[in-house]
């Protein structure tokens, strides 16, 4: 994968934990919803490595 094709599947993937952080209502939130957002966010810090 190329340096620059990297850099959209980080722009990608951070965008959409983006839109599920944005859709989230923190009355309704579980521990399994931060969990898979804790998820998403240690995939794009293993990108950019």
Known sequence: ????????DLKSRLSL????LDSLDPEETSVEDVDRL???IEE??????
Do not use: D, H, W
Request: no cysteine; hydrophobic share 50%.
């Open 38 to 40: 804790i998820r998403m």
């Open 44 to 49: 794009v810090e293993a990108g950019l490595k």
């Open 1 to 8: 994968m190329t340096q620059q094709e990297k850099l959209e």
């Open 17 to 20: 934990f983006m839109i599920r």
